[in-house]
């Protein structure tokens, strides 16, 4: 585990991040594929899954492309 981020930052149970469990969810709500979400974000499917399934962190500048792609806000993305 990296010790530069506090434990709760990941979910224990899938590794993930609150970021890579919002934005997965939201791709599902709007039945979106993993690959139409790389296509319309401009980011590469290995990125995405890394953000979603194994507590990869994105850019800043990764992270406003998915937001757009998905039609909704940084704010909503971090569950604020």
């Known amino acids: 585990m990296d010790e ?6 990941k979910n224990k149970s899938t590794g ?24 319309a974000a401009g980011i590469c499917p290995a ?7 194994r ?3 994105p850019s800043l500048a990764t992270l406003i492309k ?3 792609a998905l039609d909704c806000t940084l ?3 971090a569950g604020v």
């Open 66 to 68: 998915i937001a757009a």
């Open 55 to 57: 507590g990869g962190v």
């Open 4 to 9: 530069t981020k506090p434990q709760h930052w």
């Open 16 to 39: 993930s991040t609150p970021i890579g469990d919002r934005i997965k969810q939201e791709r599902f709500r709007r039945d979106i594929t993993l690959q139409e979400l790389c296509d």
């Open 75 to 77: 704010d909503f993305l």
């Open 47 to 53: 990125t995405l899954t890394s953000i979603e399934n």
